[in-house]
């Protein structure tokens, strides 16, 4: 089972996934588009860590988007 929420950031659009791999444990993945020409979704790799809910999985997600929109956006 996979839940994701759609987050938008100045303009960046934020595509935060969490998906079950394990009993019990969930990876983030996370996908940034940005909203305005050129716009190319980029897949951005999260660690896999130890998450053990949706809701953090997703958190990491979103934070290393943060990170990666302030360091190359």
């Given at each position: ?65 943060l990170v990666w929109i302030r360091d190359?956006?």
């Amino acid at each position: 089972m996979e839940t994701t929420r759609v987050f938008q950031w100045q303009n960046y659009e934020l595509k935060c996934t969490a998906k079950q791999v394990d009993a019990g444990r969930f990876a983030p993945s996370l996908v940034i588009s940005k909203q305005v020409w050129p716009s190319r979704p980029r897949q951005i790799d999260v660690p896999r860590g130890e998450h053990l809910s949706e809701d953090t999985a997703i958190d990491a997600a979103y934070s290393q988007g943060l990170v990666w929109i302030r360091d190359y956006g």
